[in-house]
């Protein structure tokens, strides 16, 4: 699985604009909400909240992969977002977090959602690429540096 056969360029945010955890997941959900690709950001936000009481999806290194299962979609919908400032995710490193990957997959499909998770997790783990990311001028930049390093992996 390729992440640019799951992200779009119109589904980046290149600069979220929220402070916290509640605010970053309607944004990123929003966007995917206003493409189309989910029906109702107020459930969506529900559904990831949910997840989060689990244990957080902030992984640490700046990173969050905020993920969840939901009812009446029928494929995998992706966003990603950059925080300039850094947002308190409650990461299990306890510091901010600067990148975030959304993951919405239909309720019965464990095996694209789980294989999303892992090449996400695979890419984010190297700094550079993280740098990168934060570096970026732009989304098409974002998207351009994401399509990149996915072609490598």
Do not use: W
């Amino acid at each position: 699985m390729k992440i640019k056969d799951i992200l779009d360029e119109a589904s980046i945010i290149q600069d979220l604009r929220s402070t916290n955890k509640k605010g970053v997941l309607e944004e990123l959900s929003n966007v995917l909400v206003e493409r189309g690709k989910l029906p109702d950001r107020d459930k969506v936000v529900e559904v990831l909240l949910d997840r989060e009481k689990l244990g957080s999806t902030g992984i640490g290194d700046g990173i969050a992969i905020p993920h969840g299962k939901m009812k009446g979609i029928k494929e995998l919908a992706t966003s990603f977002g950059r925080s300039i400032k850094g947002v308190n995710f409650e990461s299990i490193d306890n510091k901010p977090t600067y990148l975030f990957f959304l993951l919405v997959a239909p309720e019965n499909s464990a095996g694209i959602h789980l294989k999303a998770l892992a090449r996400i997790s695979r890419l984010l783990k190297d700094p550079s690429f993280r740098n990168r990311l934060m570096g970026a001028k732009d989304r098409q930049d974002l998207f351009n540096i994401i399509a990149e390093e996915d072609e490598k992996v």
